[in-house]
């Protein structure tokens, strides 16, 4: 499949129904299967998952967070943040962030659709996964203040089923046992595998 053809193809899926919990649910840790609801105080924000032909392939770019102490501290995540008042939407929030955080250059993306909202509990965060694509690999410039590492993610090693593990992983006062994603070294796992989840099973239908 050509790159042009896989945005034709991602664009219809997208404006079908997508899966949702039923993704969600399989690269869930167990204490997030209880779907607990955001409330009044939830804020919103967006991620970026960007397509773009790399080597006769399509990739997508993930960052790790630096350590801190906060929730997330060396995670895999998409670029992406929270909403700003002068955001017009969404999808504004995750093409200003991209740019933000590692200068994808906002411009020139193709908005594609969007994934289901995921609530982070955790941060109290109601996430919306923005689908983008570039018809070229940009350079990426990650934001030292933000992103300890930009890692491409190739579409063809995401759907392999056999990179799906189970481990202990560490979080603010201990550990939990989760699924993850087991890819070049890295374990994606959390909001951001549960997004990665509900992607691969719009694009295999």
């Known amino acids: 499949m050509s790159f042009a053809d896989f945005e034709i193809f991602m664009a219809g899926r997208l404006r079908g129904s997508l899966p949702g919990r039923t993704a969600h649910g399989k690269m869930a840790a167990a204490r997030y299967k209880g779907w607990p609801e955001p409330g009044e105080t939830s804020r919103s924000s967006a991620v970026l998952i960007l397509f773009y032909p790399q080597e006769e392939e399509i990739s997508f770019p993930v960052i790790l967070r630096p350590t801190y102490d906060g929730v997330h501290s060396g995670q895999v995540a998409f670029p992406g943040g929270k909403a700003d008042p002068e955001d017009k939407d969404l999808y504004a929030t995750a093409l200003r962030e991209a740019w933000e955080e590692i200068r994808a250059p906002y411009n020139e993306i193709n908005i594609l659709g969007q994934l289901s909202e995921i609530y982070i509990t955790v941060s109290d965060m109601r996430v919306v996964p923005v689908v983008g694509t570039l018809p070229f690999r940009p350079d990426f410039?990650?934001?030292?203040?933000?992103?300890?590492?930009?890692?491409?993610?190739?579409?063809?090693?995401?759907?392999?089923?056999?990179?799906?593990?189970?481990?202990?992983?560490?979080?603010?006062?201990?550990?939990?046992?989760?699924?993850?994603?087991?890819?070049?070294?890295?374990?994606?796992?959390?909001?951001?595998?549960?997004?990665?989840?509900?992607l691969t099973e719009i694009i295999e239908g």
């Open 141 to 198: 410039l990650p934001d030292p203040r933000e992103v300890a590492e930009i890692r491409e993610i190739r579409l063809s090693g995401i759907l392999d089923k056999q990179i799906i593990r189970q481990g202990r992983m560490p979080v603010r006062g201990g550990y939990i046992t989760a699924p993850f994603y087991h890819y070049d070294g890295l374990r994606i796992w959390g909001a951001t595998a549960m997004m990665i989840s509900e």
